[in-house]
T-cell receptor, first 113, second 113 residues
Framework: GDSVTQTEGLVTLTEGLPVMLNCTYQ???????LFWYVQHLNESPRLLLK?????KRTEHQGFHATLHKSSSSFHLQKSSAQLSDSALYYC???????????FGDGTQLVVKP | EAAVTQSPRSKVAVTGGKVTLSCHQT?????MYWYRQDTGHGLRLIHY???????EKGDIPDGYKASRPSQENFSLILELASLSQTAVYFC????????????FGPGTRLTVL
């Protein structure tokens, strides 16, 4: 079935270091939408960035991701982590068929001074 | 700005009691969703709806009912609340120009004792 895998449950790193959160997906649909949602403590999830174009880099608020259909991946990256980046990050997949989104289990990012 | 509101924001219920969580959106979106969030399980879809007077089962519908009396309103009903239903519940909506992007409400923290 359709699904999203985020391999890291928790990522801890030092401020200023690069961030990479992994996301792979599984679907037979050839034109999926991929999303990254971010949820800060005691807040609701909100969209960070999205893409449906193969091999095109998408950027927002210092984060970027590229959809690679060949490897079914949509990894989230940032060149330099900030303390305020500490949050729960969800990768998500939509098949563009009924607006339903499949969420991964989430990766908790903790950035330390 | 998209607007999804939920009521109540928090609730304490007794085991075996009936609980109704309400969601209201002013986005003119066709799609609405109910998720629950538990530590370690991320966001799990309970019920969703494409149109008023129609609901669909999500991934974990057992023990929950949903009602969509109008485009703007979507309720989640726990007929016989159980301890295992203690969680944070999020409502979301999607549709319109931002196709497949979901806008989340602030969440309801439900504690069943």
């Amino acid at each position: 079935g359709d699904s999203v895998t985020q391999t890291e449950g928790l990522v801890t790193l030092t401020e200023g270091l690069p961030v990479m959160l992994n996301c792979t997906y599984q679907t037979i649909y050839s034109n999926p939408f991929l999303f990254w949602y971010v949820q800060h403590l005691n807040e609701s999830p909100r969209l960070l960035l999205k893409s449906f174009t193969d091999n095109k880099r998408t950027e927002h608020q210092g984060f970027h991701a590229t959809l690679h259909k060949s490897s079914s991946s949509f990894h989230l990256q940032k060149s330099s982590a900030q303390l305020s980046d500490s949050a729960l990050y969800y990768c998500a997949l939509s098949l563009n068929s009924n607006n339903r989104i499949f969420f991964g289990d989430g990766t908790q990012l903790v950035v330390k001074p | 700005e998209a607007a999804v509101t939920q009521s109540p924001r928090s609730k304490v219920a007794v085991t075996g009691g009936k609980v109704t969580l309400s969601c209201h959106q002013t986005n003119n979106h066709d799609y609405m969703y109910w998720y629950r969030q538990d530590t370690g399980h991320g966001l799990r879809l309970i019920h969703y709806s494409y149109v008023a007077d129609s609901t669909e089962k999500g991934d974990i519908p057992d023990g929950y009912k949903a009602s969509r009396p109008s485009q703007e309103n979507f309720s989640l009903i726990l007929e016989l609340a159980s301890l295992s239903q203690t969680a944070v519940y999020f409502c979301a909506s999607s549709g319109g120009e931002n196709y497949a992007e979901q806008f989340f409400g602030p969440g309801t923290r439900l504690t069943v004792l």
